[in-house]
């Protein structure tokens, strides 16, 4: 089969800043300290040859040739251990009857924290390096890959290839290939049985972890872990269920494998198998194999879905002359005996179609589990059951069957709940059996689950070849466009003129255009482990924000939102290869991801749950992930290049303007600018048709033109009296504030800029929250720092905020300058930890989670961040929501207006 599973580029990484080159805080001196006692073991004699002698599977700290690395202020020194490897826990196996499951860690490239505004926003707002460097496993990723037993020389291929065994091809030391003394946490019968097949082709010994200990582990991370891990299945329908972890203990873990265990789980190591049956998943293949001489567990489960049972099964209307037997609820349709009906007909095997005895067993088992699994949780009285396993495979009809169960023994009172990672269970527990990986600490807001290329076209299915590179990964994409069907995996694309002439786009047009035969199966993604990330904490209530506004499982608002993405793509496509010099190169990416991104959105068309519970927000963020997968690092640099000149060339003249006016005509002029000047968004259709109309003044100056009030969400009155002191409450001006901006030119120009000097002449702080990474022509904080300066070439007030903040590079190295300036209030810019045009607060950065700690006004901007996301949000302080509608249907749906309709949003601190 040629599904693949590889995502990110999976290139030899250099030494990780804050990896390799090992940071130690204190909390890491304690895990030091650990290593260190743990040294013994390795001045012991090598067991065989000269391999490096590795005993145990825990990671230690080789600290020969270390050095400390730092300057007088540094608060952290850096301890430099040359000689460390990086081969911390990569990977470990469960290896069942069927497949075998791989979860192997690789880690982030590291990016540079030495920038000088992080470096002065650090001492400014008293950050340390964050959280992160308490973990050994500092950010990186999860990946989840599974392969078929009887295919167990793929699995040894691809663990060689990517040289897993021994660190991972990041590994600075590689040669610990030779490393005969490797250890891999290991767990389910093959385990054992492929011990000697491990050692003799990859050199490695398989350290056993007991199965249950491993699947108790496994499901208790993934409840903790992942935010929509569970999710119950009722006649087809998906829902999402949020698991409170405080309140997660006891449950009833159902595994389902070739057998049935049942565990009650008490809490993080503490449980115990109450029952099981040894009517499960084997039994199913088992029958199922010699009644219908299906040759794969897949194909039988795929015969069941033509099937209809009631040639085979007794129904409860067989015995009653098809009525009800409605004195004890059950319904003609009900199945009174499995099989029954094959005992009173005269017909042998070859009469009964191999699709019907395939559902019939299906649902034999699928009941039987469900009755079992009710009646043990009443046992316990659990309120919660979780199925998991290898024979639910996220198959749709074999979870509402068990579900159907659950529900129908416990009259209603018990649901059935599945796992996103089923399968993974085991194998996640092996891994987390690897000690001082740090990840049991990792809290939900910490993990970001992506979905590489690959995703769309594997589902839960088996993984293919491994991709090294990103010709690797273009080729893959291109060889689905060449050989369309011969491939396993089918291919959704219907070529559309207008491309960049090397391929085509395939457009999402229903659930006919399947990527494969079951469509319910659910992807797993990567788990990016983000140690940094927080939840903002200005929220009023983290447990209650939702930060999507438009809800995707309504199936208009997918369809129409895919279709959308789906018809940006070509104008995307051509900004992101003109982005990258338009060379050939750059035509072939642009083309392969336009490929990969619409195999996302034909994958959610089709199965809008396939990768847990979908907004708005993921989507466009996923747009963003698979432009950078294709190594569009920035597609619209030039654009916001050219847009940040034009706007500040008028800025001085706006200045003037502004300072002519009272305070009342100057705050409204302010307000006027932010939201005209918002219309300048290459993520809008209309928008993108409109900058054909005019030059970037022409069109600012019609856009504000226009901005008379009322707007259609307008609160500018209470927001000015608060401002302007002028109501009953004579407030001070607010101390700090919060501006999360949007897009470059005119908008962060023209808009935002403005308004900061207003709040900094009033004595308000000013944070200006941009993006870490690019999206769509959105500023990013790399970025800010510049535009700022420039524009405090023509404004005192915000030159010396900027120098007083740090931002204004020239005068921090006067340091005299800078002690002179720091009675002003300070404009500081901090970036917000995320690289799409919408915002999830609760996973923010840790620099904007400390700036935040002394804010009391948040001001959002544009569509993506105050609308699409956030419009709801309710947060602990005053937060002004400032946007323009650009889309003709979400202005209708949201506030009942039209297209270029504004919203003035102002929600004072309850
Ligand atoms: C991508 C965007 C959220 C960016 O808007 P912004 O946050 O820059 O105001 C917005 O342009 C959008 O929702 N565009 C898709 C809808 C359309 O093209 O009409
Ligand atoms: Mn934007």
């Not at 990964?473 to 069907?485: A, D, V």
């Amino acid at each position: 089969m040629a599904d693949l599973v590889e995502e990110e580029q999976q290139q030899v990484i250099g030494i990780n800043e804050e990896g390799q080159n090992k940071v130690v805080t204190e909390s890491e001196e304690n895990n030091k300290r650990l290593h260190l006692e743990g040294q013994g073991e390795k001045d012991m004699p090598p067991a065989s040859g000269n391999s490096i002698h590795r005993s145990s599977s825990r990671p230690q700290l080789d600290v020969s040739k270390a050095e400390i690395q730092s300057n007088v202020e540094d608060k952290y020194p850096t301890i430099l251990l040359p000689n460390q490897s990086d081969d911390l826990s990569h990977l470990a196996l469960d290896i069942g009857g069927s497949l075998i499951k791989l979860v192997y860690f690789s880690r982030h490239e590291g990016h540079s924290d030495d920038d000088k505004r992080k470096k002065s926003l650090k001492e400014r707002l008293g950050l340390s390096n964050g959280n992160r460097r308490s973990f050994p496993i500092l950010g990186g990723r999860l990946h989840f890959v599974k392969f078929e037993t009887g295919k167990i020389n793929e699995c040894l291929d691809f663990i060689h290839s990517k040289q897993l065994h021994c660190g991972g091809l990041e590994s600075r030391y590689s040669d610990a290939a030779a490393d005969q003394n490797a250890i891999i946490k290991a767990t389910g019968g093959g385990a054992y049985k492929y011990t000697d097949l491990f050692k003799e082709r990859l050199g490695v010994s398989l350290d056993k972890e007991d199965e249950m200990d491993c699947l108790v582990a496994g499901a208790n991370f993934l409840l903790k872990a992942i935010r929509h891990e569970a999710f119950t299945h009722m006649e087809g329908q998906k829902e999402f269920v949020q698991i409170d972890h405080n309140d997660m203990f006891p449950y009833l873990l159902v595994n389902v494998g070739s057998g049935v265990s049942m565990i009650k789980v008490d809490g993080d190591g503490k449980f115990e198998r109450v029952s099981g049956t040894n009517v499960g998943g084997g039994t199913y293949w088992g029958l199922g194999r010699l009644l219908t001489k299906c040759k794969s567990f897949d194909e039988l489960l795929e015969l069941s879905q033509k099937g209809d049972n009631r040639t085979i099964d007794m129904l409860v209307g067989d015995i009653y002359g098809g009525l009800d037997y409605s004195k004890i609820g059950l319904s003609a349709s009900t199945i009174a005996s499995s099989f029954g009906k094959t005992i009173s007909e005269t017909k042998e095997l070859e009469n009964y179609r191999p699709e019907d005895i395939s559902l019939s067993l299906l649902r034999m088992i699928s009941y039987n589990i469900g009755q079992i699994a009710y009646l043990n949780a009443l046992r316990f009285r659990l309120k919660r059951i979780f199925f998991g396993g290898f024979f639910i495979r996220g198959h749709a009809y074999t979870m509402d069957t068990i579900s159907f169960a659950v529900q129908f023994w416990s009259n209603g009172d018990a649901q059935a709940m599945f796992l996103r990672h089923e399968g993974f269970l085991g194998a996640l527990g092996a891994f987390m059996s690897y000690e001082k990986h740090g990840l049991d600490d990792l809290m939900v807001h910490q993990l970001v689950e992506r979905f590489p290329m690959g995703a769309p076209y594997t589902g839960g299915k088996i993984h293919g070849p491994p991709l090294g590179d990103l010709n690797e990964k273009i080729s893959w994409m291109e060889k689905f466009l060449q050989k369309g069907t011969e491939i396993t995996a089918p291919v959704p694309m219907t070529p559309v003129a207008g491309t960049t002439g090397l391929g085509g786009f395939e457009v999402p047009l229903s659930k006919g255009s399947a990527l494969r035969s079951d469509a319910s199966a659910l992807n797993v993604g990567v788990l990016h482990l983000v140690p940094t990330l927080e939840v903002f904490p200005l929220l009023a209530d983290p447990k209650l924000y939702e930060p999507n506004t438009i809800d995707l499982a309504d199936p208009s608002e997918l369809e129409y939102w895919l279709t959308i993405l789906s018809e940006h793509l070509p104008d995307l496509v051509d900004k992101a290869v003109a982005s990258e010099g338009g060379t050939d190169d750059a035509k072939r990416r642009g083309d392969a991801f336009a490929r990969a991104f619409s195999a996302h959105l034909s994958r959610l068309m089709e199965e809008p749950s396939a990768y847990g519970k979908l907004g708005l927000a993921n989507l466009l963020e996923m747009r963003e992930e698979c432009l950078r997968e294709f190594q569009f690092v920035d597609a619209y640099r030039s654009i916001k290049q050219r847009e940040n000149e034009a706007s500040l060339a008028v800025l001085p003249d706006l200045f003037v303007e502004l300072d002519s006016m009272d305070e009342e005509t100057r705050l409204l002029t302010l307000i006027e600018g932010v939201l005209a000047a918002n219309i300048f968004d290459w993520g809008s259709r209309a928008c993108v048709d409109l900058y054909h109309k005019g030059t970037i003044i022409e069109i600012y100056r019609m856009s504000r033109n226009k901005m008379r009030r009322p707007w259609r969400v307008d609160d500018f009155d209470v927001f000015k009296e608060r401002m302007l002191r002028t109501g009953d409450k004579k407030r001070p001006p607010h101390r700090r504030a919060l501006l999360f901006v949007d897009n470059s030119g005119a908008d962060i120009v023209l808009g935002m800029l403005p308004l900061a000097r207003e709040l900094l002449r009033r004595g308000t702080e000013v944070v200006l929250v941009a993006n870490s990474l690019p999206a769509l022509n959105d500023v990013t904080a790399m970025e800010l720092p510049d535009i700022v300066a420039e524009a405090a070439k023509h404004c005192d007030i915000l030159r010396r905020a900027a120098e007083a903040g740090g931002l204004l590079v020239d005068a921090m190295i006067n340091t005299d300058s800078s002690k002179e300036n720091s009675s002003s209030v300070p404009l500081m810019v901090v970036e917000n930890g995320c690289g799409s045009p919408c915002i999830d607060l609760r996973q923010v950065s840790s620099e904007l989670a400390a700036a935040a700690k002394d804010a009391d006004l948040i001001i959002l901007e544009g569509m993506g961040r105050a609308l699409h996301t956030n419009l709801y949000a309710q947060f602990k302080c005053d937060a002004l929501k400032l946007a323009m509608v650009k889309n003709q249907r979400l202005a209708e749906k949201l506030i009942k207006g039209n297209i270029y309709d504004c919203i003035c949003k102002y929600q004072p601190a309850s």
